[in-house]
Each structure stands twice: as C-alpha cells, then as structure tokens.
C-alpha cells in the first residue's frame, strides 16, 4: 500500500518550453502532497505543499509563478515548471501523507522526475 | 548551524557488520524522525519512524532516539551489498512545521 507514481520519469526540453510534471497516489486519497526539487549530492529541499481544493504553500525563495502547483483531486497534484531554464534541471520527486498531512504522518515518495533543460 | 546534520560518508563497512548512522538536529521541539534510504538516481524510500526516545527495531534495522540529545541513529545489522545506498534522516515538527533532510551519509558496504 501507499504507493505514489510520477510522470514523466525523465524530461528533456528546450529552454523557454513549460514542463507539467503529475504526481498520483494510486492506493490511498492524499489530502497533502509535498513537492521537492534535489540537485546532485544536496538533499531534498521542499519547494511547496499542496492541499485538495486549495491554493499550495510555497517555500521562501520559491517562485509560485514559475512552479504553478495544481491539487484537483484527492488522488493528483500536479507541478508546472513555466519557462524553465537550465539552472532548473534537477530531480523533483513527490511525495504524499496518509490523511490530513500531520507532522506524524509518514511521506511517502513517488519515484521522481528528472528535468534536464537545454 | 543546519537543521538536521549528517556525515556524508562514505561509511565503508564489511558484509555482515554493523553499520551505524548518526543524525543530530537543533529544533528541540521536533516530534518526528524518519530515516530513508535512496539509492541513486532513485528517490527516497522510508525505512523506519521513531516518535519516542528508545530503540525501535524492525527486522535488521534498529532506530534510537534521544530527544535530550537531539540525537537520532539508524544501526543496520548483517549489513549486505544491497544496503550500500545514501541514508537520509528526516526531522518533522518544531517551528517550521515541515519534513527536514539531513544530506545524508552514504552507505558502502564491501562484499
């Protein structure tokens, strides 16, 4: 149980372009959704956090207008990275709590999106 | 100092020893520990949760807690090949209300 996918797995694409990135929880309804962006030997850094039906949380330093984050659905949360720009290839991973988002709740991860932008 | 420190490693261990992985934090009022293993390239994957001070032990892995301390650890018994891996402590709770990475210390385990 608690399995979280991501699509695309891997994204090339040309600078300026715009990338949606879906995250989905496939066995569980995921109230909140957490989206991280790791560059190579950093940690995962929280960029925003995503309830159903509301706007998202965005971390300080993250820009809301170039990482447009959508929570439609109990089961989906999607990340669009507008006008990207090289210095915004990095992995994005997922990830989503059983209920209401709690701080004892486990997050549990989808399997990542690498964005490499040319 | 950061919110949640990590040696880096490599922490280079036998095949059939005992590794141990260490994570201290700063916000006393943290509440929550995880410990994840990501392997590269791939994204993390929770191995065990700790709420209360003690050990907790589930299978190979044995997490302890001391909240006096700050101080969280992951023992990892009969390490195997598999286990090599970059191990990532994670503290929820406190002021900033979020899940904090350490950077993580990686694991290698020789055959």
């Known amino acids: 149980g608690a399995v979280v996918s991501q699509h695309p797995s891997r994204v090339i694409c040309k600078s300026g372009t715009s990338v949606k990135i879906e995250c989905r929880s496939l066995?569980?309804?995921?109230?909140?959704m957490f989206w991280y962006r790791q560059f190579p030997k950093q940690s995962l850094m929280l960029m925003a956090t995503?309830?159903?039906?509301?706007?998202?949380?965005?971390e300080q330093g993250v820009e809301k207008d170039k990482f447009l984050i959508n929570h439609a659905s109990l089961t989906l949360s999607t990340l669009t990275v507008t006008s990207a720009h090289p210095e915004d290839s990095s992995f994005y991973i997922c990830?989503?709590?059983?209920?209401?988002?709690?701080?004892?709740?486990?997050?549990?991860f989808g399997p990542g999106t690498r964005l490499t932008v040319l | 100092q950061k919110e949640v420190e990590q040696n880096s490693g490599p922490l280079s261990v036998p095949e059939g020893a005992i590794a141990s992985l260490n994570c201290t934090y700063s916000?006393?009022?943290?509440?929550?520990f995880f410990w994840y293993r990501q392997y590269s390239g791939k994204s993390p994957e929770l191995i065990m949760s700790?709420?209360?001070?003690g050990d907790k032990e589930d299978g190979r892995f044995t997490a302890q807690l001391n909240k006096a301390s700050q101080y969280v650890s992951l023992l990892i018994r009969d390490s195997q090949p598999s286990d090599s891996a970059t191990y990532l402590c994670?503290?929820?709770?406190?002021?900033?209300?979020?899940?904090?990475f350490g950077t993580g210390t990686l694991l290698a385990v020789q055959p």
């Open positions: 990830s989503a709590s059983t209920s209401g988002g709690s701080l004892t709740d486990t997050q549990y």
């Open positions: 066995d569980f309804q995921a109230t909140t």
């Open positions: 995503s309830n159903e039906g509301s706007k998202a949380t965005y």
């Open positions: 916000d006393r009022g943290s509440q929550s």
């Open positions: 700790i709420y209360s001070n």
């Open positions: 994670a503290v929820a709770g406190g002021a900033t209300n979020k899940l904090i």
